[in-house]
């Protein structure tokens, strides 16, 4: 057990410039795949759509584009600096229509009945209680509003091979670090049951994985991450100094190694709609 402890604005991978690059990196690997689901869940031009846990904004400036000048994004976020990075952000791609909101999504004054669609991506993991962000979310919703999510549906799914056991011990101080502070890293899973508790109804279920081979594009995602976690894990105490060391060596390995196979952690979109 540890007794880290992070900052009340922080979040446990962190929020500085090294962490806005990484995220934007993400959001361009991903991107496909988010406007892939913002088709399938029906967002549309003009919409109010909230964007929760945005960050600096990588997601909401496409959501932006997506519902054009009469149309809004609400970007809500505990992170000061990923704010100021997504309005900087906005402000540089002419973007008018995003509105910023710093809050913790626990202590969040839910707007009622504005929005035509909610977003999160990567973010209910992290939350201490998804269960009362999502009666949050259904607040904010207008009738016939549409929730979609891109989560984590189980983190020990991700694999690099040829694999070590340093390498299952990183995942497992991953998935504890996440828990320690109250999330939790299969929350995808968990999710239709508690849209169903709220009475939404519910939409199409889409899977996303990827496997890569060293070199390729979709292999620098998790590995931006992969370098710079087990310091900040060793550091909180999740990890030995000496497994954090020999992660990096594992994965020095398997990147040289053209025959390596990575297959990314499993990601569930879910989307719903509240009841007209
Ligand atoms: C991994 S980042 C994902 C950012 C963005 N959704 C994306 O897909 O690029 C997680 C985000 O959730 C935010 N977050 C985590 N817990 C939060 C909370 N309790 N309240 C508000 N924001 C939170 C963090 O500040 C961070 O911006």
Partial sequence: MTDAQLEDDDYIIGTDAVEIARL???????????LAGWRRAGLRPGMTVMDVGAGPGYAAFDLARLVGPQGRVIAVDQAPGFLEALQTGAEARGLANIETVESDLADFDWPEGVCDAVWSRWCLSFVPNAAGVLAGIDRALKPGGIFIAQEYADYRTFRIE??????????????ESWMHFGGDPEIARRLPVMMSNLGWQAGPMTPIVHAARPG???WTWPTAWLEQAPDRLAELGFLDRDDAEAFRLFLHARQQDPVSLMVTPMVLEVVASKPR
Avoid: N
């Avoid at 934007?24 to 988010?34: D, K, L, P, T, V």
């Avoid at 040829?162 to 998935?175: D, L, Q, T, Y």
């Fill in 216 to 218: 390729e594009w979709v």
């Fill in 162 to 175: 040829p694999c070590e056991p340093v390498f299952e011990r990183f995942i497992e101080a991953v998935r």
């Fill in 24 to 34: 934007g990196q993400q959001h361009a690997i991903w991107r496909e795949s988010a």
